[in-house]
């Protein structure tokens, strides 16, 4: 599957340049990152987002980041996303019990490994993920019991950026890059953005 733009051979020294770092990083090519050098400014500003946002937090473990990337990307239902923001779960704790939750296919409360803090960022993520955005008071209610103002913050931005991400990239029809390798419980396969008539 090829993306609906073509993916440039050439493009500008400097984002060429930031293009080799983070595919020696990621040991991938980067597909979103070479299309969008077509324009510029959405590369830096894209590039300049993924940096800042938290990948680590000294009051929020990694592992709960790492979930609510995970929820966000299969809520969305971003191959691409999916793929990348589950790769090595199992390094964080994250049980294949726990990914059926993440994928709609269990009710989060009947993972008892997932904690009521987690259980709590998760839902936060769906209802930030969903269009129209909508919350119940009930919810932020229980945000508030188990976050900080700034956590909460961090964990809006987080799914903020996963999002933006997957709209980006859906929209330009890039497919998943294999971070995952051939992990069958994600079924990538079930999250299509080009629907076929």
């Known amino acids: 599957m090829a993306p609906f733009v073509e993916v440039p051979k050439r493009f500008n020294p400097f984002l060429r340049f ?22 510029p400014k959405t590369a830096i500003g894209a590039g300049t987002l993924e940096t800042l946002a938290a990948h680590k937090d000294k009051n929020i473990s990694r592992r709960l980041l790492k979930l609510v990337r995970m929820q966000t990307s299969f809520y969305i239902s971003c191959p691409f996303c999916i793929d990348m923001n589950s ?5 964080y704790g994250i049980s294949e019990d726990e990914i059926l939750a993440l994928r709609g296919l269990k009710k989060l409360e009947e993972v008892k490994t997932i904690t009521e803090r987690e259980r709590t960022a998760l839902e936060y993520a769906r ?3 969903q269009t129209p955005i909508e919350f119940n008071e009930d919810l932020i209610e229980r945000v508030k019991k188990f976050f900080t ?17 997957g709209r980006l990239i859906q929209a330009l029809g890039i497919p998943p890059a294999g971070f ?3 992990c ?6 079930n999250y299509v953005t080009l629907k076929k008539e």
């Open 18 to 39: 930031a293009v080799w770092i983070a595919e020696k990083v990621t040991g991938s090519i980067l597909i979103p990152a070479r299309v969008l050098a077509l324009y």
């Open 87 to 91: 790769n090595k779960y199992a390094k």
């Open 127 to 129: 209802s930030a993920s």
């Open 149 to 165: 103002d700034r956590e909460m913050v961090i964990l809006a931005s987080t799914i903020a950026q996963v999002n933006f991400w």
């Open 180 to 182: 995952s390798g051939e």
């Open 184 to 189: 069958d419980i994600l079924h990538l396969e």
